[in-house]
Every structure is written in structure tokens, then in C-alpha cells.
């Protein structure tokens, strides 16, 4: 317990010193504002280039707006966050900065769960907020297909789960890798293999990029299957990285 608030205390300091908290809430929050401000300036912008009355060629509501954000969640926002998590673990390692807590007996597991939690906890929040944000000027700037509040913040739940699948893998992956950039590389095409395998119909159940799907759809009727499997992938990802650092150390 106390390796696991020593090293949470650490995250957050090392967190607030590099911006991380700062960069990743912009890139979470800017496009919750962005997209349905642009969305409904869309037809006016395009107006003088495409001849015809744009209403009937885009059609435009809140539910659009919603999954236009969504859509950007999943794709910019989370590349933003793999960047700047990238080298969370990989960096202590390749520096050899374990060597000395671990010769005091400092429990690894800890320092894997601290990393893993504070990192996901944060990214809830921002996502939440950055959900309800969305919601506030998607229902202001749009009053057809309206999406009830609990259904959007269900859905920013779900999102907020594959975020945290994404950092554990990214935790592992660094815990493999001397270099953050190739763990973050390893990430995003983990991220795309998971859409392609989203094809195989027997599969898409057990696979979390499921969460994305279900939370843009708003329909969560079948989705405690892959929440069930998403938590197992984060256990037996946090068991590996501890065991990757395990042999790490004696590597280096």
C-alpha cells in the first residue's frame, strides 16, 4: 500500500510538471465543443459552393452531433492520449530508475496498478465531462433526434473503459519496449487490428473496440459480455507488464 501511494503521488506530480493532465484534456474536450459548433455552421459554410437547398442534402441533429464526437474520441483524441502516455513506463526502465526501489523491496505490482489507475481515472474524468460538455451544446444547437442525458453518460462510461484497456496495453507494451514510441505505435495498430476483428461476427462480443460500437449506437441491451472480457484483457495485461519488468530488471 505504501509503494502504491508513493508511486501515485509520483504520477500526479510527474503528470502536472510534463502538461499531461493540460494536453490530455484539450484533446478530449476542445472536439466536445468543436464538433457541434461546426456541425451547425456546416451548412452555411458550404452554401456559396454547392448549389440546392443543403437541409435536404445534410441532415444534420443531435444524435449526429453526439457520434461526430464520438467518432473523434476514438480516433484523434485517443492517438493524442497514446502520445502522451507513451513513455510512462518504458522511460523508468530504459533509465533504470526501478533498480533502486525494487532492491528496497518495492512492490511492482503496485507501481503497474498506480500507473494503470491514475491514468484511467483521469482520462474518466476528462471523458465525462467532456461527454456532458458535448451534450450541453449538442442539445442547445440542435433540437431534432434528442438523446436522453442517462443514455450519453452510459456511453461515456463505456468509452471511458476502452480508454483504460487502451492504457494498460500501452503500460504492457511499454513494459516490453525500450523506446515510448514504439510501444504507442504497438497501441494504434492493436487499436486498428481490434476494428478489423469487429468483422468477425462470432468474435465481436469478446473484442473491446465493441465499447466504441455500443456507445455510439446508444443501445447497451448486449454489452456485459465485453465489459466482463475488457476487465479480464486489463488483468492479465497488468499481471504481464509486472512480469516484463520482472525480467527487465534483470536485462538491463
Known amino acids: 500500500m505504501e509503494t502504491f501511494k508513493a508511486y501515485l503521488k509520483k504520477e500526479v506530480i510527474e503528470s502536472v510538471r510534463q502538461y499531461?493532465?493540460?494536453i490530455m484534456l484539450i484533446g478530449i474536450i476542445l472536439f466536445s465543443i468543436l464538433d457541434p459548433v461546426i456541425l451547425k455552421l456546416l451548412p452555411e459554410i458550404l452554401k456559396n459552393k454547392i448549389p440546392g437547398d443543403l437541409n435536404l442534402l445534410i441532415q444534420i441533429d443531435m444524435k449526429t452531433a453526439v457520434q461526430n464526437y464520438i467518432k473523434d474520441l476514438s480516433q484523434i483524441s485517443l492517438l493524442i492520449v497514446i502520445l502522451t502516455l507513451m513513455g510512462t513506463l518504458s522511460d523508468e526502465?530504459?533509465?533504470?530508475?526501478?533498480i533502486f526501489p525494487y532492491s528496497k523491496g518495492c512492490n511492482l505490482?503496485?507501481?503497474v496498478i498506480s500507473k494503470i489507475l491514475h491514468h484511467s481515472a483521469v482520462l474518466s474524468i476528462f471523458i465525462i465531462s467532456g461527454f456532458s460538455i458535448n451534450y450541453y451544446y449538442a442539445t442547445t444547437l440542435f433540437n431534432k433526434n434528442v438523446i436522453t442525458f442517462d443514455k450519453i453518460l452510459i456511453s461515456s462510461l463505456l468509452m471511458s473503459l476502452y480508454f483504460a484497456f487502451i492504457v494498460t496495453l500501452l503500460i504492457f507494451?511499454?513494459?516490453i519496449f525500450k523506446k515510448g514510441i514504439i510501444a504507442a505505435i504497438s497501441s494504434v495498430v492493436f487499436h486498428v487490428v481490434l476494428t478489423i476483428l469487429m468483422n468477425v461476427v462470432s468474435m465481436s462480443k469478446f473484442i473491446p473496440y465493441n465499447l466504441i460500437l455500443t456507445a455510439n449506437s446508444f443501445n447497451t441491451d448486449d454489452i456485459i459480455s465485453t465489459v466482463l472480457s475488457v476487465v479480464l484483457y486489463c488483468i492479465i495485461l497488468s499481471i504481464l507488464t509486472v512480469k516484463m519488468i520482472n525480467k527487465s530488471?534483470?536485462?538491463y
Open 173 to 175: 507494451f511499454s513494459s
Open 20 to 22: 499531461k493532465y493540460l
Open 249 to 251: 530488471e534483470l536485462i
Open 93 to 98: 526502465i530504459s533509465s533504470q530508475k526501478l
Open 109 to 111: 505490482s503496485a507501481v
